[in-house]
T-cell receptor, first 115, second 112 residues
Framework: AQSVTQLGSHVSVSEGALVLLRCNYS??????LFWYVQYPNQGLQLLLK??????LVKGINGFEAEFKKSETSFHLTKPSAHMSDAAEYFC?????????????FGKGTKLSVKP | DSGVTQTPKHLITATGQRVTLRCSPR?????VYWYQQSLDQGLQFLIQ???????AKGNILERFSAQQFPDLHSELNLSSLELGDSALYFC???????????FGPGTRLTVT
């Protein structure tokens, strides 16, 4: 069975500081991994995806994530936080070619950005 | 704008009632997924349809059912509603049976 663990339900950073949101996954098959962002009262927006090509994945809004198989991790980073980055971030796993295409989500990390 | 539309945006109803949530996927997408988001359970997968056929089931209650129509839009039917069914219900779509999914804005259901 696949699962996702996001370390830290709340992360607070200062504007201009590094953003690091942690995600560890468990999967018995090669995973597809995703990061989504949810702004208040909105749906989920795809930030980036890993689908077994390059291990360093670049997404929208300056975010990137690195797939590390040995650590079963897919942490999300951004060099310099903006106030507009304040939102909830979800890591998700799926497997390609299986009987189900659904995403399995972590519990989310709420990012606050202080001025 | 993801291209996935959901109606209604908000729904308030009483316990024991039945409601229908509607979703239109992005143009060209064949898969539709339904998810429930609540504070205590987080984001939970309910059901997936692919090109009109049920493909996968998750934590969907027997009181809930869904279908995907020939024009690929989908409906989620929730019956005998309970207070605990209050949640955000999201629809998502993807081109194929797997891969990245694009989410609609959600329907907020409040059961009183």
């Amino acid at each position: 069975a696949q699962s996702v663990t996001q370390l830290g339900s709340h992360v607070s950073v200062s504007e201009g500081a590094l953003v690091l949101l942690r995600c560890n996954y468990s999967s018995s098959v090669p995973p597809y991994l995703f990061w989504y962002v949810q702004y208040p009262n909105q749906g989920l927006q795809l930030l980036l995806k890993y689908t077994s090509a390059a291990t360093l994945v670049k997404g929208i809004n300056g975010f990137e994530a690195e797939f590390k198989k040995s650590e079963t991790s897919f942490h999300l980073t951004k060099p310099s936080a903006h106030m507009s980055d304040a939102a909830e971030y979800f890591c998700a796993v799926s497997n390609y070619g299986g009987s189900q295409g659904n995403l399995i989500f972590g519990k989310g990390t709420k990012l606050s950005v202080k001025p | 704008d993801s291209g996935v539309t959901q109606t209604p945006k908000h729904l308030i109803t009483a316990t024991g009632q039945r409601v229908t949530l509607r979703c239109s996927p992005r143009s060209g997408d064949l898969s539709v997924y339904w998810y429930q988001q609540s504070l205590d359970q987080g984001l939970q997968f309910l059901i997936q349809y692919y090109n009109g056929e049920e493909r996968a089931k998750g934590n969907i209650l027997e009181r809930f059912s869904a279908q995907q129509f020939p024009d690929l839009h989908s409906e989620l039917n929730l019956s005998s509603l309970e207070l605990g069914d209050s949640a955000l219900y999201f629809c998502a779509s993807s081109v194929g049976a797997w891969g990245e999914q694009y989410f609609g804005p959600g329907t907020r259901l409040t059961v009183t």
